[in-house]
């Protein structure tokens, strides 16, 4: 048969479908983390496993494949919603069916089992099922590896592209440039203070929605509410965001605000002809948190846009311990080592994300028995942090990730962290007087910027190509460290 358009009309029609089904299914599980009423719990699931039993039957269809050898692609587009489409349809029929669907039950039961075990303490309780689970995950990367490297397929899930050679590269050339920043910022004589006193929740959420409404937040196509764990949800014309708050830290409520911003102006800043489409959402986890990233740290705690902060801050809350700007903008870059990846500074994360690469990649290698995981987690947070870990829910059971099968997620969030560096440079030459409006409380100048370069394009690019091009340059973990240096030394007086 010769390929045709025909087919690629089919083919478009009914992935638009399945797609629109998909942001039914996100929408369901943004209520339930939000508005569901507590009762409606075990009805929830029945139905998001129907709506996930349809979209399975739709991703495995027969007809994918017949359409896909036949289909023409008439241009550059086409040809990368064929790419994207033949790429999941692969990995959605080369794990064997029995195998998807134990995955799938393990990991809906042992993310309880892990929750029952980081509020017990108690890692003998979680070890057992998570050998299983990398069981699984190493059945499941061999299928989809055909031959090739175990993690890299599992990454690819996450980050199209990407090995852990070339990972592990960047990563061993950051890490002891972050391990010295620690250690003298931990050294400084000048130590910046904290926040005190006590923040109401509904004055922070005032806050909260001017702070999404300075980096150009549209809010006629989203909304915030609260939620435990604060999330994105949705792409095309409804990209939702979530914040929590804390009495005593309103830096919790302002920066995860920010960060989930920037994850949902890049769905909104995807180009409007791709909705529905392969095209239409982020093309990965390490660009989306790019985009997160560089709006919550390089723009949001920046000393030009804290210091129209400070004037919100003072009129809502006071003083608040900060006597003026200068004082605010330290307390919101305060470093402080801690044991909790998600609680951590700018400076300490990526060593976080670092040691939880190596780990996994040795367990998924199988280098590294689930038994000695503890021990070797252990080894390792006492040499990059200086600190004794006291107990397992700071150590090795505090993050979900594992516990569902999230092998080859975490680099995604350094990975995240470098472009974000790159792209802050790039930006920086391109908008020369982007501090003057950041000190007006006005982002948008960095958004248009962002959308214009990168958001904009959806899934059109590989994600390291989307980043070259967006800079002018090959991505690496140069501009990153070189602000964090620059921006780190001096405020502690270094
Ligand atoms: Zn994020």
């Not at 006071?318 to 990846?341: K, L, S, T």
């Not at 948008?444 to 910027?449: F, K």
């Amino acid at each position: 048969m010769t390929p045709n358009t025909t087919a690629y009309a089919q083919l478009m029609a009914f992935q638009r479908q399945t797609e629109a089904l998909a942001q039914i299914a996100g929408r369901l599980g943004w209520d339930q983390e939000t508005m569901m009423p507590r009762g409606a719990a075990e009805q929830r699931s029945e139905e998001m496993g129907a709506i996930e039993g349809v979209l399975h039957a739709r991703r495995s269809d027969p007809r994918i494949a017949d359409w896909l050898d036949q289909a023409l692609a008439e241009d550059d587009e086409a040809a990368a919603q064929l790419r994207l489409i033949r790429r999941a349809h692969a990995r959605a029929t080369r794990v064997p069916a029995d195998l998807a669907q134990e995955l799938a039950r393990l990991t809906s039961m042992s993310q309880g089992i892990w929750a029952e075990a980081r509020a017990a303490d108690d890692v003998a309780a979680f070890l057992p099922t998570l050998d299983q689970v990398i069981r699984l995950k190493r059945d499941e990367a061999a299928a989809l590896a055909q031959g090739g490297d175990l993690y890299d397929a599992l990454l690819d899930d996450y980050e199209p592209g990407a090995t852990a050679a070339g990972l592990a590269a960047m990563f061993g050339r950051l890490r002891p440039r972050l391990v010295a920043l620690r250690e003298a910022i931990l050294d400084a004589p000048r130590q910046p203070a904290a926040l005190t006193g006590s923040f109401g929740t509904e004055a922070q959420l005032r806050l909260a929605r001017r702070l999404a409404t300075a980096f150009g937040y549209d809010w006629n196509r989203g909304r915030l509410d609260l939620a435990v764990h604060p999330f994105s949800s949705g792409s095309g014309n409804d990209a939702r965001i979530t914040t929590r708050t804390s009495e005593t830290d309103p830096f919790n409520c302002f920066y995860s605000t920010i960060h989930e911003v920037g994850h949902a102006c890049y769905e909104l800043g995807i180009d409007p002809d791709y909705l529905l489409t392969p095209l239409g959402a982020g093309v990965s986890m390490g660009v989306h948190e790019s985009q997160s990233r560089i709006y919550e740290n390089q723009l949001g705690r920046s000393r030009a846009f804290t210091g129209w902060m400070f004037g919100r801050m003072v009129e809502t809350f006071g003083h608040a311990g900060a006597p003026d700007a200068e004082a605010f903008y330290c307390a919101v870059n305060r470093v402080h080592p801690g044991f909790i990846r998600t609680e951590a500074d700018e400076v300490h994360y990526n060593l976080h994300v670092l040691m939880r690469f190596d780990l996994e990649r040795a367990l998924i290698r199988g280098d590294l028995a689930v038994g000695d995981l503890e021990a070797a987690w252990n080894d390792r947070f006492a040499a990059d942090f200086g600190l004794a870990v006291d107990r397992p829910s700071n150590g090795m059971l505090q993050d979900v990730h594992w516990s569902v099968g999230l092998f080859g997620y975490f680099p995604t969030y350094t990975l995240g962290n470098v472009y974000a560096g790159c792209l802050h440079r790039a930006l920086r030459d391109a908008v020369p007087d982007l501090d003057d409006h950041l000190a007006q409380g006005d982002a948008t100048p960095a958004t248009e910027w962002l959308r214009e370069n990168v958001q904009r394009h959806g899934g059109l690019f590989q994600p390291r190509d989307l980043i070259s091009r967006a800079c002018g340059f090959a991505p690496d973990e140069g501009p990153l460290l070189d602000y964090l240096e620059a921006k780190f030394r001096p405020l502690y007086g270094l």
